[in-house]
């Protein structure tokens, strides 16, 4: 959904009385306990559901009353429904700084030790993994799956859009010498 980004999902529901169990995929979940909406989105519109109550877990979920579920049937219904909050609800994340959601379109440069740059792809997804996250990023002739590593990364522009690395040799020829 444009203008928001994805906060989490609702994993289970809790008791008897409509509450559930939301996970949360924020880096600092508790930095949203004053939260009073959140959104699903349904044939493209986001769709407010009103927060009764909220206690955080230790493992970055809630335990969530919402307004709208009064069962604990209702909120089986409601499991793995994934919620959204306005990305104005997004922390600054500084300058150097970068949200997931915000890098996708960006290019990706290749910078050598010699300064020589030369243009990898566009950013067209990251995969958020729990040891590796990688950017997909495409070219005319390939599709590359880059790890995200901070020692790779040389400089950030938000303001052209443009990553540069500086990549591993022979890294991208891996991805242009296979078959897909």
């Not at 969530?64 to 104005?88: D, G, H, M, W």
Request: net charge negative; charged share 30%; proline share 6%.
């Amino acid at each position: 959904m444009e203008g928001y980004f994805e906060f989490g999902y609702v994993k289970r529901a809790f008791g008897l009385k409509g509450e559930v169990v939301v996970q949360s995929d924020a880096d600092d979940p508790k930095s949203y306990l004053d939260t009073k909406v959140f959104f699903v989105e349904d044939s493209g519109l986001a769709l407010p559901w009103f927060v009764q109550s909220m206690e955080p877990n230790p493992d970055h979920s809630f335990r969530v009353k919402f307004e709208q579920l009064n069962s604990e049937s209702e909120a089986r219904e409601c499991i793995r429904t994934k919620l959204f909050l306005p990305e104005s609800a997004l922390p600054d994340p500084g300058e150097d700084g970068f949200y997931y959601h915000e890098i996708v379109g960006y290019e990706l440069w290749n910078v050598e030790e010699d300064g020589h740059r030369s243009l990898v792809g566009r950013i067209a997804d990251v995969i958020d993994r729990n040891q590796q996250d990688l950017l997909e990023v495409h070219s005319e002739s390939a599709r590359y799956l880059i790890p995200l590593t901070d020692d790779w990364i040389l400089e950030f522009n938000r303001a052209e859009k443009r990553f540069d690395f500086r990549l591993p040799p022979g890294l991208l020829e891996v991805f242009e010498n296979s078959k897909d």
